[in-house]
């Protein structure tokens, strides 16, 4: 990448210890495969209490990478909000509320996986390794982003860590999903796993069934992650299905699906990793569903207190936080300090505005960029119209 190399390290995943799930939460799994899709499975309860046996795999050095994670998304999403406000971005969308659904399931994934976004993903690309500098320039449209200005802000895209463009249009990107993990099966070693992600207004649409259909039949290496935050900008959930829950749909399409909270981090990342070691294995695709809440407006677009009761979204954004469930977990174990706390804060704060000032004021992609990415040499035809085009511009 032109920009950032220095900025890598400071969100660089940490290697998870190798440690099986033992505890009394983990009978979830050996329930019949109903109970599991209309079951919820939790760790962390919403006052932080748990129980000791199901946090075996938890050490210091993984809470505080998943927590950081989370805190990262947080903190950024908060001041590219406000650079949008005065008008320095063209769009954003928050994860306010959602961070550990995102972090939690991406943490299971190894480097060679593949990621494959709907729109609430960047921090879960960001905790995986994407470039933060690459990610502020995607958002500016700048010369160093590498889809050189052509996607809305936040459509970031990083080949290195495998983190696939997001689509615009919902539910595209599942088929897309599918379609890497059956690629894995043909030509790859069978080491790759795919996640794909998208959320509960996404599970309406056609491509989600196409998607579901096919990783059922061909038991391919993916999972199928759906952020249910209960929104579809201003459809609700129950506008969106008849059904239960949302994970009980893979059932239909053979698939094993599992629900989780999705505000419980350790829960989020337990239930996806028996997915992505399932897959690893080669037995197949699972679909899980993370139940959480979109504490934000849908982007910024959107003022959703015309048509929702907010004083529900305060329940979510207060007693169901799951930074602060989080947080008090690391508290109990004497892992985070208040000053650990604060220093975390400032560092990453300071990370983010280095980034923004460093990229606010790159220039524009070269008009000749226009023709590039198009065919692997341009074409004449290509060459010719931008010679007129520079022309005009001249
Ligand atoms: C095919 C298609 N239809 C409609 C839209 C407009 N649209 C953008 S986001 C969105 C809601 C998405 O809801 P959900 O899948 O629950 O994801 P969330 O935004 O809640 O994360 C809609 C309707 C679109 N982008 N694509
Ligand atoms: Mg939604």
């Given amino acids: 990448m032109p920009d950032g190399q220095s900025e890598k390290t400071e969100n660089e995943a940490m290697p998870m210890p190798p440690q099986a799930p033992t505890g009394p939460a983990f009978a979830y799994f050996d329930q019949d495969e109903e109970a599991k899709a209309l079951g919820l499975f939790e760790i962390l309860s919403e006052d932080s209490s748990y129980d000791p046996a199901n946090t075996a795999r938890f050490d210091k050095a993984l809470s505080l990478d998943l927590y950081r994670g989370m805190l990262l998304t947080r903190l950024m999403d908060k001041q590219f909000m406000a650079l949008q406000r005065q008008g320095v971005l063209g769009f954003y969308a928050e994860t306010l509320g959602q961070e550990a659904a995102g972090i939690g399931s991406a943490a299971a994934l190894s480097s060679q996986d593949w990621l494959v976004p709907a729109l609430r993903e960047h921090g879960a690309g960001l905790y995986r390794g994407m470039d933060f500098g690459n990610f502020v320039a995607q958002l500016f449209g700048n010369a160093n982003d590498v889809t050189r200005g052509r996607q809305m802000p936040l459509h970031p895209s990083d080949p290195a860590t495998r983190y696939v463009n997001m689509s615009s249009c919902i539910a595209t990107q599942l088929p897309h999903a599918m379609g890497i993990a059956m690629g ?45 935050n209960q929104w579809a900008i201003s459809t609700p959930g129950t506008g969106q299905t008849a059904s239960e829950t949302i994970a009980v749909k893979g059932l239909g399409y053979g698939i094993e699906s599992l629900r989780a909270d999705g505000n419980d981090i350790l829960a989020v990342y337990e239930v996806s990793k028996y997915a992505v070691e399932k897959a690893r294995r080669g037995d197949g ?90 065919f692997q040499t341009p074409w004449w035809r290509l060459e010719e119209q931008l010679a007129t085009l520079e022309a005009i511009v001249d």
Wanted: aromatic share 8%.
């Fill in 285 to 374: 695709p699972t679909f899980i569903e993370l139940l959480t809440y979109r504490v934000s407006a849908h982007t910024s677009s959107d003022d959703p207190s015309r048509y929702r009761d907010e004083s529900v979204t305060k329940v979510w954004r207060t007693k169901r936080d799951p930074l602060v469930r989080m947080r008090v977990f690391l508290e109990k174990n004497g892992w985070l300090s208040e000053a650990d706390f604060e220093a975390m804060v400032t560092q990453i704060e300071a990370m983010v505005r280095k980034s923004v000032e460093k990229q606010r004021d790159v220039t524009m992609p070269p008009l000749s960029s226009l023709i590039q990415d198009v």
């Fill in 184 to 228: 894995i099966q043909i030509a790859g070693d069978g080491s790759e796993v795919c996640m794909g992600y998208m959320g509960d207004g996404a599970t309406s649409e056609a491509e989600f069934h196409v998607a579901m259909n096919f990783a059922g039949v061909r038991k391919a290496p993916v999972v199928m992650v759906c952020q249910n």
